[in-house]
Structure formats: structure tokens, C-alpha cells
């Protein structure tokens, strides 16, 4: 590619244009997206006091130092928890549970536990911790 009359090659090449055409591209995509958000003005219906849409409750399942199991601080037993959970999975079939195991408590306790929220089908499980600081 020799396009000098004293015979050097370009040793550089001019990014100019594409810089332009890189900034037309980023104000067409800023353009786009604001015009895309506004949307349409439409009169909602209203819903009664009592109806409950918002997110299913939290179940929490805590389990103290020396093995007992509390659902939402309610002291139940394995077979108890399994009742409950499965009645709450019958009305609301997707809600969120956080197991809290004591640093004390016996491992196999926390483990019964999760393996039974796995045989319920219960997806949306949290594990509850300290933050080391603390």
C-alpha cells in the first residue's frame, strides 16, 4: 500500500471516521431507549384492601443449639415442618425459605432440614449468616 510520493508506507491508521460513526451509533441508541421507556398512559384498575398480590411471605426455619426446629418461632418437629411447608406449597406452590442453624447446632439437624425442603420441591432456599465483623 503505497499511497506517498516518496515511496513510505502509512504507518498509522486513521480511526476518525469510525470514531464518528461509533458516536451517530451511540446517540441513536440513547435516542431509541428514551423513546422506548415513555410508553402509554393507561388508567389501571383498582384492586380491594384485601387482596393480596405482592410476594408470598418468607418462611423462616431456625434451628437452635440444641437441635430443636422453630418455624417462623413456633417449635415443631420434623414431621410437623413437613405438614406445614407442604400445606403453605399447596396455597402458594413458589415462596421463599431461609434456614438459620445455630453455630452449635448438630449438623445433621440443618441437613434433615434441607434434604426435606428437596423433597418438597422447594426451590427458593436461603441459608442465613453472620457477617464476620460481627
Known amino acids: 500500500m503505497q499511497a506517498q510520493s516518496d515511496g ?3 504507518d498509522d491508521i486513521n480511526i476518525t471516521p469510525m470514531l464518528d460513526l ?14 422506548a421507556i415513555q410508553g402509554m398512559n393507561v388508567n389501571l384498575p ?13 418462611k423462616a426455619i431456625s434451628i437452635n443449639s440444641e437441635g430443636r426446629i422453630f418455624l417462623d418461632t413456633i417449635p ?18 413458589e415462596f ?9 447446632a448438630q449438623y445433621q439437624k440443618v441437613m434433615d432440614v434441607l434434604d426435606l425442603l428437596g423433597r418438597l420441591g422447594i426451590s427458593q432456599v436461603g441459608l442465613a449468616t453472620k457477617s464476620q465483623g460481627k
Open 22 to 35: 461509533a458516536y451517530v451509533l451511540l446517540v441513536i441508541f440513547i435516542l431509541m431507549c428514551t423513546a
Open 96 to 104: 421463599p425459605v431461609v434456614v438459620g442453624g445455630d453455630g452449635g
Open 76 to 93: 415443631v418437629s420434623i414431621q410437623e415442618l413437613e405438614q406445614r411447608l407442604a400445606q403453605q406449597k399447596s396455597i402458594t406452590p
Open 46 to 58: 383498582r384492586a380491594s384492601k384485601g387482596a393480596n398480590l405482592g410476594k408470598p411471605k418468607t
Open 8 to 10: 513510505k508506507p502509512y
